[in-house]
């Protein structure tokens, strides 16, 4: 599902910057 790739993708990001 889009959503859930998008929710992937934002946790990533988050995790990424710290």
Not at 1 to 18: D, H, N, P, W, Y
């Amino acid at each position: 599902m889009l959503f859930a790739r998008i929710l992937e993708k934002t946790a990533l990001s988050a995790v990424c910057a710290g």
